[in-house]
């Protein structure tokens, strides 16, 4: 590598151990005006002054280094006086990317404004996706803080790349009720809480409408960590695959172990599928509780996801289907008042009114 360069002092001999060290394993030489130095990977040697015409004209790496150059240019960092300041403008005749700088300079903000209007880039999972060997954290859980603690270092699946973070579970730590859902959306993923976003809210008012206590319930979803598409500024969300959920799968149960509800609400597909490992037609299963096949697990009662009722195009449509999830939702309260006995036994008195009632419609928005 010959490099030529013209100091304004005597410098070359005082910086070059430095460039011994820096480049050791090449073969170099620094030619100037006043003196030369060469290095051949062991030793330096000083030599005369020289001409630039001594310098080779071409240079190979010069159109790689250019590249490099212009692609590791920050536009949103741009300080010129601080580049002036390490590199003078009288030395820019003889750097091969002073050509660059001044239309870099010169489209900087431009480029930044677009970088700050473009889609984030996001790593590619595949070289970032380190899968566990095992089956997840070698002993069960002490606690759902520990559960929490140990979804933050999750990497069972790749979906933790693009995520945020992981979004656990949250309410009472004894609640007679688990409800999950398919997994954190776009604000929950942002908060770190499960249900806080749009879906949320359908749900929080649904909740309320049928009797069932938010913070004594315990909220979850089947899979802890934000899956979408970038798209433009948005993240558009990407339903999470059997294969996500079957690794996510390993939290659920910990919390079920810990939880122990006597009742558990899957809303929507997603969730049905984690909690009775088979894909469950939610249309048929739905407002009816039934035990999990071949699981020591408590009944299962499965609904639509809230999300569901948000994409509904028409207000018919809506009104009808909310009081149809309010009736789902309905049989989660009725079907623990009689487990406590508070109610006669099924055939002697129903235990509340299900179903499509006239103020569910009144206030479906
Ligand atoms: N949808 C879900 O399934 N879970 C959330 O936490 C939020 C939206």
């Known amino acids: ?29 620094i030619l100037t005006p006043g ?5 051949d990977g062991a030793a330096l040697a000083v030599a005369d002054g020289a001409r ?43 750097l091969p990317e002073a050509e660059l700088i001044v239309p870099l300079i010169r489209t900087a903000e431009a480029r930044s404004r677009e970088m700050v209007a473009a889609a984030p880039t996001l790593p590619r999972a595949a070289a970032t996706f380190t899968p566990r060997q095992d089956d997840g954290p070698a002993a069960a859980m002490a606690s759902l803080g520990d559960v929490a603690a140990g979804l933050r270092g999750c990497r069972r699946c790749p979906l933790h790349c693009a995520a945020t973070q992981a979004v656990p579970g949250e309410g009472a730590p004894d609640a007679p009720i688990m409800i999950v859902g398919e997994q954190p959306g776009d604000q929950e993923d942002l908060e770190g809480r499960p249900f806080v976003g749009p879906a949320g809210q359908v749900l929080d008012k649904a ?15 089947a899979v802890k960590h934000f899956k979408f598409e970038p798209r433009g500024k948005r993240r558009i969300h990407q339903s999470p695959n ?9 939290w659920l ?9 006597r009742l558990v ?30 699981e020591e697990l408590p009944p299962l009662l499965v609904t639509v996801h809230p999300s569901y009722l948000l994409r509904l195009p ?39 009114p299900v179903g499509n009632t006239q103020r569910d419609r009144a206030t479906a928005d």
Request: charged share 25%; net charge positive.
């Open 52 to 94: 630039r015409s001594d310098a080779p004209d071409e240079d190979r790496l010069e159109e790689v280094w250019k590249t490099y150059y212009a692609s590791i240019f920050n536009p949103s960092r741009l300080k010129v006086k601080a580049m002036t300041a390490e590199m003078p403008r009288k030395f820019w005749r003889n």
């Open 207 to 221: 909740l309320e409408r049928v009797g069932i206590d938010r913070r004594a319930s315990w909220l979850t979803n």
């Open 253 to 261: 149960a910990e919390e079920m172990r810990l939880v122990k509800p």
């Open 242 to 250: 059997r294969a996500e959920i079957g690794q996510c799968r390993w």
């Open 1 to 29: 590598f010959i490099a030529w360069h013209e100091p304004e002092h005597h410098v070359t001999l005082a910086a070059a151990p430095f460039f011994a060290r820096r480049f050791a394993n090449m073969r170099w030489s």
């Open 35 to 39: 003196v030369s130095v060469h290095w």
């Open 314 to 352: 028409d207000r018919a449509r809506k009104v009808e289907e909310w009081g149809r999830f309010l009736a789902d939702l309905r049989q989660a309260p009725a079907f623990l008042d009689a487990l406590a006995g508070e109610v006669p036994a099924a055939g002697q008195g129903s235990p509340r």
């Open 265 to 294: 609400v899957a809303l929507g597909a997603s969730a049905a599928f984690a909690l009775t490992g088979r894909a469950v037609a939610v249309g048929e299963a739905r407002g009816v509780i039934r035990p999990i096949a071949g």
